[in-house]
């Protein structure tokens, strides 16, 4: 029997025997009884004209309470809004703090972040694993980025060969990756074989060795 495929963040949810997802829900949707979820503030939201932070957060640690919230994300620092980058930090530790004290994993939005997000890992000494979802840096970015107590998840750029991670994703720890769709209209299946193809490994090798890395975090 093969492992379940695993789309570690996605905004579609599908019901599939064969798939496990972590679907990223709006925070005024509440959790689902079936199925697994992620809630974060999402550093985008911060541009937001009508943004309460206060109401935001305490609705976000409702939301985490459910046992189908397995994570807290989308969170994290995108330099491209560089008008909120001190406000996107500060909002960013206060995840920190939640993912802490709740035990729950974060999934990561970074743009030309790493630097900030590992600084501030090392600051807060955050123990929960933290994923830097859509990944696709070059092999510099992954050795800087290994070893910190982060994963790395890919989505649709494997089915690119002109993009970075064609050439890094074999550089990436097979225990440390996860792979997804995103907002991409494709099935993760069609990750999965990209990715087994660029990784020259067997699809079915790949599904076991996920499936155990998410078995690992939650
Ligand atoms: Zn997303």
Redesign the pocket.
Do not use: A, I, L, V
């Given at each position: 029997m093969n492992s379940p495929f695993v789309d570690i963040?996605t905004?579609n949810a599908k019901t599939d025997d064969d798939l496990i997802q972590i679907v990223?829900l709006d925070l005024n949707q509440s959790c689902p009884e079936q199925g697994y979820y992620s809630y974060g503030i999402h550093p985008w939201k911060l541009d937001e004209a009508d943004f309460q932070l206060e109401e935001t957060f305490a609705l976000l640690k409702e939301r985490l309470q459910s046992p189908n919230a397995l994570a807290l994300g989308?969170a994290g620092l995108d330099k491209m809004h560089k008008d909120c980058f001190e406000q996107q930090i500060a909002v960013f530790e206060r995840q920190i703090e939640l993912s802490e004290a709740l035990q729950k994993p974060m999934i990561l939005?970074d743009v030309k972040s790493h630097n900030e997000i590992i600084a501030l890992r090392k600051k807060h000494k955050a123990k929960q694993p933290w994923i830097l979802?859509?990944f696709n840096g070059t092999e510099q970015d992954v050795k800087q980025i290994i070893g910190q107590g982060l994963y790395l998840s890919v989505g649709e750029s494997v089915l690119h060969s002109e993009r970075k991670i064609a050439k890094s994703l074999k550089k990436i720890p097979l225990e440390l990756l996860f792979l997804e769709t995103?907002?991409a209209e494709i099935d993760i299946e069609t990750v999965y074989e990209a990715a087994a193809k660029l990784l020259e490994m067997d699809i079915n090798a790949l599904r076991a060795q996920i499936f155990s890395n998410f078995a690992k975090l939650f």
């Open positions: 963040h905004h990223n989308e939005h979802h859509g995103d907002m």
